[in-house]
């Protein structure tokens, strides 16, 4: 499967952006998704997944401020961001897999989100 993020950009602290993650592939639907970021100098970092049920996991500091969400008939992720910070800048990318279990088999070009102070 082929991923490509898309809706990164410059925000104020305290904006919103909704990144989005458009998949190819017939079977979409049973990947299990995931955001990540990476940021300069720093390694990357888990940020929230879905399995193929819906079901939703967040990385403790993103909780409350983030939302994952997908449409299995656009073969897309999204990744609503709320709240943001500066330390929130970073380059996000989504990721697949086909079990809950075991490391993410696909990797997508991240988009880049930058939060000024």
């Known amino acids: 499967v082929q991923l490509q993020a898309s809706g990164g950009g410059l925000v104020q602290a305290g904006g919103s952006l909704r990144l989005s993650c458009a998949a190819s592939?017939?079977?979409?639907?049973?990947?299990?998704m995931g955001w990540f970021r990476q940021a300069p100098g720093k390694e990357g970092e888990f940020v929230a997944s879905?399995?193929?049920?819906?079901?939703?996991y967040y990385a403790d500091s993103m909780k409350g401020r983030f939302t994952i969400s997908r449409d299995n008939a656009r073969n897309t992720v999204h990744l609503q961001m709320s709240s943001l910070k500066p330390e929130d800048t970073a380059v996000y990318y989504c990721?697949?897999?086909?079990?809950?279990?075991?490391?993410?088999?696909?990797r997508g070009q991240g988009t880049q989100v930058t939060v000024s102070s």
């Open positions: 879905i399995s193929s049920g819906g079901s939703t």
């Open positions: 592939g017939r079977t979409f639907s049973r990947y299990y």
């Open positions: 990721a697949a897999k086909q079990s809950v279990y075991g490391d993410y088999d696909y």
